[in-house]
Structures are given as C-alpha cells and as structure tokens.
C-alpha cells in the first residue's frame, strides 16, 4: 500500500518525495498502528493522515481545534479532488444535518471536527453508524495539563475513542511537546503502543534574533525598509496594540494589514485572504492569528512583544519559511514585557496549578530573551533534543563582541543565593547583595550574611538581571509555585569551587550599564 501511497504523492499533490517522517507514519497508519508524532511547522503533517484516509475505507476522523484551519483544509482537499467537509459550531443547522447525513451515506474520505463536538450522545450515536477508516487529532498536545495550550475538550476525546467500537487506529500529531507533554498525550489518549515520531525541532532555515534595548518603532521601520519586497508577520500582545502598530506601518506606507480577535470573522477573513496571495505585505496580528495559514513564503516573523511560553514562540516563529527558504525570526525584547504576559496569565488562569505551570513556562520564555547560548539549541533544548550543533546564524551564535570574565561577581551571586537555601525569591536575593536595608531583609536576620551587601556598588536592577542571567545560563534555578524561589543549580558547584570561569558578552554587559536593557 506504501508504493500506492507513494504514487498518490505525485498524482494527487504533485510531489516528488515524502519529507523526514511521512513515509514511516503513513504506513504505520495504513498498517493499523497507533502514532504519535511530533513533527515541527511546516513539516508536512496534514498529509501523514490525509494520504492514508484516502486510501483506506471508510472516513477519517480529524480533531481540529481551529475553524478557520478546518475550512482551509477542507477547501485544499476539494481543490485536490478529495471530497470532505467539517462540523464545528460555523454551520447552520441546515448546513450541519446535510453533512451528518453525508457522513453516513459514506460521501467523504475525510471529516473535520471540533473538539467540543465529539462530547454528546447525538454525536457518539452518529460515528456508531459511520466507519471510521482512521481519527487523527490535531495540535494533539492541548490534551496535556502540562501542555501550553491545554483544553479541557480534549479530554472527552479519549472517552469517546474508548467507547468506539472497531476501534480504528488513532494518530496524534503535535509540533510542540516537551518530553512530559509526549508522555501525557501517549496516556491521556490512551494509544496502544504507538510508533512515536520526532522527526527533530530544529528547523534550520530559521535564523533567530533577539533584540533588546533598541527604540522599537525605529527598530522596525528600518527593518521593513530593509526589507521592502518580502511578506512578514508581526506578533503583538494585544489587539490594541496590533491595531496601534498596523496604523503606524499604514502611515509610513508600509501594505500592512491587521487580525486578532476583535475584528468581525467576514474582516479577518479578507485580512487572511489579503495577505496569503500578497496584496498585503506584513500582517500584523495576536495569536489570533496563524494557526493553520499555509503560506509558505512568509520571509521574518517579528514579535513585537514575547509570547507567554517557548511552544507559542516557536510555533509562531515557525510560521516563517515553511517554504523551506531562509527566513528570519525576530524576537524584540523589553522586560516589562514580562509583566504583561503576567497579568495576562493571572487574569486568564484560575487553577493555581495551571497558573504555576503557566508562570514557570513564562520565565523559560524570559531566559530565552537573556541567554548567550545558540537561540536555536535552547529552543531544541527544551523540547528535549541534545546534540543539535549550534546553528552559526543566530543573534547569539553572530555576537562578535568581546566575552567580560565575570567569574568574580558570578560567585558572589552564586554563594549569596547559596545561603538563602531556597527561601527567597530573586528580588530578596538582589536586596542581600546590594545590602538593602529594607524591613525585610532585617526582620529574617539578612544583612548578618557574609554575602550581605557583596554587591552593593551595582544598581539594584542589574544585580536582579545578573540574577537573571545566571539563571538562563543554568547555574541556578527558580523554583515552582506561586512564590517562585531561588537557589543552585549543579553547574553552580564547579564555578564556586573555582575550576570553572564564567564570561559574558561586553554588549550585554555594557548595554545594561548605559541603563538600556535590564
Ligand atoms: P504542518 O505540519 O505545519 O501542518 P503542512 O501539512 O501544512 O504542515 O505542510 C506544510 C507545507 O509543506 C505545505 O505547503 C505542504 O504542501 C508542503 N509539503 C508537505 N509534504 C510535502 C512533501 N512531501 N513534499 C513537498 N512539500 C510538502
């Protein structure tokens, strides 16, 4: 069936070879094999499931969070010549009885719903009736807790998939796990001993940068003039914030056009329109906007203000060059950025251990923003991937400037946090080194340290970032919880005992000295 599937790459959409991974998935689903696979944007996931449900009897099931990306495939398909349709709240009622009676004459080879539609008696009593060649599930890792994304409807999927009978096989496609979010979604949806898939997150035609301390609106200008003929996307935080850097592209002649939330879905979608056959350059949007756009020539990703989490950042920044074509992702950074994101997961999240998980996702984010690593790496890094080589193109991996020995001042901070023992969290740690004389620090006893006031010629605020810093790089950590605490990591022992020496760039130095960065 492989050979068949082969051939139906070429007749149906033109292509010549199956990229890393599609081969192996396609047919261990055709043979009947649970698959979980985690594959980055931009790898070509779609036809792991569609090759195999148009050659296997029967419809498959595919679980899709997003309408608008439910509409597109299903549009794609028809262009294809492969009939399908989808349910999801959109429809009319007339609309939705035709295609559940479609369904059941056996009229599509593919059918896309929305999560929250699998949870009924009316649904369940209609799949009873269908044969389900295969499910796929989609951005299967909003099924995790401890996912970036989690949806409580996710959940209902592994009852229904329990209840089916003939179970068909069942294949869960992520391009954002950790490795504990791999496991959960392996256990939540209860697979049966799935063929796991990593196809690898390093997408190498990415060249990632970070930029912090700069005028953003300049930053900006120049680079869009610099980059006249190319089509881009910039993320902001907010939709009054999208609405604000649209306008001000607008006025300086930039094409730009805008999407988020606000906007009524007849604007958006002639937004989506607009920019996929380039009548409008850049596109600037929240996270509203993206999932599911297939437009393989977006040349940068720019965000405006980070994301709350590394999987958002990546997924986002890895709507650049799916064409395959070097492309950039920009990172701006401020740090009161991180206070916006903060609020935004106090405000949105009131399980206090979803927020914790939240928090603890937001300060990788930030160590993103402050490491000196290969941006790459780090990203792969947290995805569990080692030994991925640096990839010689990011801000990092350029930095041309002169590396500062800081063992000196990374001792004193190291042997300060050491003799907290974890109690406080890094504001505390920076008070004992600059030797505050707050309340506080006098109420616990602080300023008897030896480490007390071991900084004190550094402002309070570089002292925090230091910390900051030292943190990214991994000799310390900061612990979970609402009170997020601070204390050594293993890395700190070689450094305290003095075998190892700790540098840093004189541009991330100097910067924070002219009072720019933080
Ligand atoms: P994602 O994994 O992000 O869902 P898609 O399935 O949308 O990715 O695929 C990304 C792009 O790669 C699409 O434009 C798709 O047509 C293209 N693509 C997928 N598989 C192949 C292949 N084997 N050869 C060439 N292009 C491919």
Known sequence: MIEQAQRMLKQVYGFDTFRKGQGDIISGLLEGTDTLAILPTGGGKSLCYQL???????????????????????????????????????????????????TAQGVYKLLYVAPERLDGTMFESFTAQMHI??????????????????????????????RLDNRPPVAAFTATATPEVTQDIADMLRLREPNVFVTGFARTNLSLSVVTGTDKRKF?????????????????????????????????????????????????????????????RVMVATNAFGMGIDKPNV???????????????????????????????VLMFEPQDVQVQRFLIERGTTDPERRTIQLNKLYTMMHYSRTERCLLQFIVSYFGEADVPACGKCSNCLDQSEKLDMTEEARK?????????????????????????????????????STYGLLRDWPEKEITDWLYWLVAEGYMRISEGEYPTVS?????????????????????SAKRRAGEGA
């Open 52 to 102: 195999p449900a148009m050659l296997l009897p029967g419809t498959a099931i595919v679980v899709s969070p997003l309408i608008s990306l439910m509409k597109d495939q299903v549009d794609a398909l028809g262009r294809l010549g492969v009939s399908a349709a989808y349910l999801n709240s959109s429809l009319d009622a007339a609309t939705y009885r035709d295609v559940i009676r479609q």
């Open 133 to 162: 060649s295969l499910i796929a599930i989609d951005e299967a890792h909003c099924v995790s807790q401890w996912g970036h994304d989690f949806r409580p409807s996710y959940r209902q999927l592994a009852n229904w998939i329990g």
């Open 220 to 280: 900006l200008r120049d680079y869009l003039a610099q980059r006249a003929d190319q089509s881009g996307i910039i993320y902001t935080a907010t939709r009054k914030e999208a609405e604000e850097v649209c306008d001000t592209l607008t006025r300086l002649g930039i094409s730009a056009g805008k999407y988020h939330g606000g906007l009524g879905d007849k604007e958006r979608a002639e937004a989506q329109e607009l920019f996929r056959f380039d009548d409008i």
């Open 299 to 329: 040349r940068f990703v720019v965000h405006w203000q980070m994301p709350g989490d590394v999987e958002s950042y990546y997924q986002e920044a890895g709507r650049a060059g799916r064409d395959g074509e070097e492309s950039e992702c």
């Open 413 to 449: 901070a190291l042997s300060c946090v050491g003799r907290l023992k974890g109690r406080f969290g890094v504001s505390m740690a920076s008070k004992v080194l600059k030797g505050s004389r707050e309340k506080r620090i006098l109420e616990f006893g602080l300023d008897r340290l």
């Open 488 to 508: 050594l990591a293993a890395e700190a022992l070689p450094v305290l005992e003095g075998t190892v020496s700790v540098f840093r760039r004189r541009s991330m």
